[in-house]
């Protein structure tokens, strides 16, 4: 009926700094019943790092994988456009573990939502994806954003980038 082995799922209604512990606990307890019900289908969930959910920070990430410990609860990896360079592989690399699911985009301003090729911003994203290749990743490789001068040429050229990428691996 779902023809599908994973569901991209967002969490939480308020980023994690303004998050209650009740915010938590209920957002644990969902996903761990959610996984649990997932498992018996042969499903897993991925949760979308986001801006202004529970997932917005790599702690935020870390303290729900802990809390759910499911094996088919997953991470979508998403820099954030917040984010230094620097912060952005310091995140990939703590949470590569649980990655299953990355959102390629990329920018050319920290603090500015301004978008670049894939290829052309400040992510390092030969060695974003080495990292999670070292531990196994098979995951999905999606470019989520364009640049927006020319959506349907930047769209190819990221994609011909992600594909010489993961040949290269």
């Given amino acids: 009926i779902y023809k599908t082995s994973m569901i991209r799922v967002w969490v939480g209604s308020c980023g994690s700094a303004d998050a209650a512990e009740e915010d938590w606990v209920k957002a644990i307890s969902g996903f761990t019943t959610f996984c649990d019900q997932a498992a018996d289908k042969g499903m897993s969930l991925a949760v979308e790092m986001h801006g202004n959910k529970l997932s917005d920070t790599v702690e935020g990430c870390m303290r729900l994988i802990e809390g759910v ?9 998403q820099p954030m456009y917040t984010d ?5 592989l310091d995140a990939a690399q703590r949470i590569s573990p649980y990655v299953s699911t990355v959102h390629a985009q990329n920018y050319v301003t920290v603090g500015k939502n301004t978008r670049s090729l894939v290829s052309d911003g400040l992510i390092d994203y030969p060695t974003v994806i080495g990292m999670f290749s070292a531990l196994g ?5 999606e470019v989520e954003f364009v640049k927006e001068d020319n959506p349907e040429e930047a769209l190819k050229a990221d994609a011909a980038y992600l594909r010489s990428l993961c040949e290269s691996l």
């Fill in 84 to 88: 230094t360079p620097e912060q952005t």
């Fill in 69 to 77: 410990e499911r094996d088919n609860f997953r991470m979508n990896f």
């Fill in 137 to 141: 990743f098979d995951g999905y490789l």
